[in-house]
């Protein structure tokens, strides 16, 4: 008989990928098709409270550095033990984390989508299914131009002049080489519904 104080392990599925090739919307998906939740790795970048506002936004944002990765695997193996975390809030208007940060219950399957998500060694070893989302260029430019000015208040100088200096040049360094680390690979515009399948059929197999 199970231990009645035994937590359930959550099985996890890591989603990589250049901004704006398709990432949460394919996590999103699979979330409602397998009954689980989406971690984003958005909220993890280090705070820089302590720097003047104007240098706050020349920080590349594009090197895995960036991130607080020591919080993001000890939340990420707390999740896949089936133990609550208290998920950090990350502000991209002023750059700072936020005071209160927010309780996360982990379901059977927490999908942790982000475009670092398959570079970080310790965290990629948590997954049970790697997936690499891959779109071209200048599909991910319009997607992310749209999303900035959109949802983070930016003008669309600002998005273009990011993306020239660091947002592609860190992704051809970073991000791309993490293809050869993923178990599946899908097209950020292909159908979702064929995406997910593709993605549930490896963790079948497995």
């Known amino acids: 008989m199970e231990d009645v104080g035994r937590q359930r392990r959550s099985r996890l599925i890591g989603i990589g990928g250049p901004s704006g090739s398709g990432k949460t919307l394919l996590a ?8 689980g939740t989406v971690h984003s790795l958005d909220h993890y970048y280090r705070d820089l409270s302590h720097l003047p506002i104007e240098e706050r936004g020349r920080w590349n944002f594009d090197d895995p550095a960036s991130l607080d990765w020591e919080l993001v695997v000890a ?10 975390i208290e998920q950090p809030r990350y502000n991209f208007a002023t750059h700072t984390r936020e005071a209160e940060s927010e309780t996360v219950q982990p379901g059977p399957v927490v999908i942790v989508e982000g475009i670092f998500a398959l570079h970080h060694e310790a965290a990629r070893s948590l997954y049970n299914t790697r997936v690499f989302v891959e779109l071209e260029d200048d599909v991910c430019f319009a997607r992310r131009l749209e999303r900035d000015m959109r949802e983070r208040g930016r003008t669309s100088e600002s998005v ?6 660091t947002v592609r040049p860190m992704c051809v360094r970073h991000i791309l080489p993490t293809r050869a680390y993923a178990d599946v690979v899908v097209r950020g515009d292909a159908d979702v519904r064929e995406s997910v ?6 963790r079948r197999r497995q």
């Not at 999103?28 to 009954?35: C, K, M, N, V």
């Not at 939340?75 to 609550?84: P, R, S, T, V, Y």
């Not at 273009?160 to 200096?165: D, G, I, T, V």
């Not at 399948?197 to 490896?202: E, N």
């Open 197 to 202: 399948r593709a993605v549930l059929g490896f």
């Open 160 to 165: 273009l002049r990011q993306y020239e200096e």
């Open 28 to 35: 999103e998906a699979l979330a409602r098709r397998a009954g």
């Open 75 to 84: 939340q990420l193996a707390a999740l896949k033990n089936g133990e609550a």
